[in-house]
């Protein structure tokens, strides 16, 4: 849009991927690890599907997810293969919640739900969620006070 510039873009939390992390870490330690009478092929064929689950299991959760804030809408897109994008535009937005869990809280991470009138977006696993969700409330706030107290030209 004319005018308009990327105030930031909100990161996941590395919580986000912890199950393909652990399967990268099964995958690493098993062939080191004898159970019974296995041979070590057998191990490493299991290393070998551990670690094409946890690249399927990053894709599936990232699925190119991209959560842009500029001044003057939030932008959502998802997809790899296929692109879902959806925008909504700050004007609109009516409010922002944060959403943490205890460990959110400890790990700064949590889920930032954004309202206009009839939808709600859910942005989970964000990376210091207060912060992303001040950042749209300032954004809000300086599309809220142009409309209110428009410059006047003489």
Request: proline share 3%.
């Amino acid at each position: 849009m004319e005018g308009e510039e990327v105030i930031c873009e909100a990161r996941f939390h590395y919580m986000l991927y912890w199950l393909p992390m652990l399967l990268v870490l099964l995958a690493v330690v098993l062939p080191f690890i004898s159970i019974g009478e296995d041979t070590l092929k057998l191990r490493l064929i299991f290393s070998g599907v551990f670690l094409v689950l946890a690249a399927l299991w990053y894709l599936v959760i990232n699925n190119g997810k991209k959560f842009v804030l500029t001044n003057k809408r939030i932008i959502l897109k998802t997809g790899i293969i296929m692109r879902n994008s959806k925008e909504l535009m700050l004007r609109k937005c009516e409010s922002i919640n944060v959403r943490q869990s205890i460990l959110g809280r400890i790990l700064n991470y949590g889920d930032v739900i954004v309202s206009t009138g009839e939808e709600k977006d859910v942005f989970k696993y964000i990376w210091n969620p207060m912060g992303f969700s001040t950042k749209v409330n300032e954004q809000i706030d300086k599309i809220s006070s142009m409309n209110s107290h428009p410059e006047q030209i003489n």
